[in-house]
């Protein structure tokens, strides 16, 4: 089978077998990712390493992106065929050759409903100004929540979004916003750069993806607390360690400035993770940690008291928050995801366990059923 026909074959199959991935490793059968489980094609002959090779290049045409992917180890790009749809691909080495990771993107933009989001999400788009973060591993759909926060801005706000992205993965069609999308070696020669003359390119709303940096992290709150809306990706796993995350790009004698920064201008954290759904109409359903930013919330980031934010969260279920806790309790109610499965992500499995029986412990630790 021919390098192109493998691929095309292997992305044609991603989308009948509904897959969210597609492996190619040197030496080992093609896998596909499906309903979170990596499930290997032994129908499809081992990948020879000559053969791998000639699937890069016929990936990346580009010969700048072959010597960077010589020179670093590893590479994002995006890649779509005629008739099958887009894909986000990395190309890595491991052991001395080449592996590829790659990502189906949808050819349709994600709206919250069809993402299985909390309705308290949408409230994102809303903000005027300030900075939101989107954070969990990879592969939690971050870039999706996002892709429906931007296209529900594009619905209802007359102004300008910018996005930098590297690579882009949805492509907007301007409504009622003007969307400029910039990705990184093709209009832009680095991620610096495009932040560098961002705030020139005169934005409402700006997208700068993956918070990577203490200079990222400055240019979002510097653009935020210019009147920007600013939205941001980052690994962390809930939204009481995404502020411990952000001071880690930072030396301990700026901590004290970056909280206040924080404490000023951020509105909300969305952790998400994505589970195997038991909705057979549902492919993977997120668990959404939501947090707004209220004066109590605000007052214990500025003071480093980063523990009693759940608490706080808790506190705030009529505004819209909720920990993952409730978060999983909640899908479970609505049948999208069972117990076991619930159970199996809980960071208090006995807890949920309680919850889930309708047993709940009150503040001064007695039961209430």
Not at 56 to 78: C, H, M, P, Q, Y
Not at 128 to 137: E, K, S
Request: hydrophobic share 40%; glycine share 6%; proline share 4%.
């Amino acid at each position: 089978m021919e390098k192109e026909n493998i691929l095309i074959k292997l992305m044609e199959l991603s989308w009948e077998r509904n897959a969210s991935d597609i492996h190619l490793q040197t030496g080992s059968h093609p896998a596909l990712r499906i309903k979170g489980e990596i499930v290997k094609l032994e129908e499809f002959p081992e990948i020879k390493d000559e053969h791998m090779k000639e699937i890069v290049s016929f990936i990346l045409k580009n010969e700048k992106d072959r010597e960077l992917l010589e020179k670093r180890g590893s590479i994002d790009t995006a890649f779509g065929v005629y008739n099958i749809g887009r894909f986000r691909i990395n190309i890595f080495k491991q052991r001395g050759s080449l592996s590829i990771a790659a990502r189906r993107l949808s050819n349709i933009i994600p709206d919250f409903n069809s993402l299985n989001l909390p309705p308290s999400v949408s409230r994102i788009s809303q903000f005027p100004n300030g900075l939101v973060l989107v954070t969990g591993p990879t592969g939690s759909g971050k870039s999706s929540t996002l892709a429906a926060v931007i296209n529900d801005i594009n619905k209802n706000r007359y102004c300008h979004i910018l996005c930098i992205e590297d690579p882009i993965e949805y492509l907007y069609k301007n409504e009622k916003a003007i969307i400029s999308q910039r990705e990184i070696g093709i209009d832009v020669d680095s991620f610096k750069s495009a932040l560098k003359y961002a705030v020139r390119e005169d934005p409402d709303v700006i997208l700068v993806g993956e918070i990577r940096d203490s200079d990222t992290v400055e240019f979002a709150l510097q653009a935020a607390e210019t009147g920007h809306l600013v939205f941001g990706t980052l690994h962390s796993s809930n939204v009481s360690l995404t502020i411990s995350r952000i001071l880690n790009f930072f030396p301990q004698e700026r901590h004290h400035q970056i909280r206040r920064g924080l404490s000023m201008h951020l509105r909300a954290v969305v952790s998400q993770l994505l589970l195997p759904s038991i909705n057979p109409e549902v492919h993977l359903v997120p668990a959404c940690e939501i947090m707004f930013v209220s004066p109590l919330i605000s007052r214990l980031i500025a003071e480093g008291k980063d523990d009693k934010i759940i608490k706080a969260m808790k506190a705030g279920k009529s505004e819209g928050m909720q920990d993952f806790e409730d978060a999983l309790i909640e899908l479970v109610h609505k049948n999208l995801i069972d117990e076991e499965t619930a159970l199996r992500y809980a960071e208090n499995p006995h807890s949920l366990e309680m919850k889930l029986k309708g047993i709940y412990l009150s503040e001064e630790g007695g039961i209430v059923t």
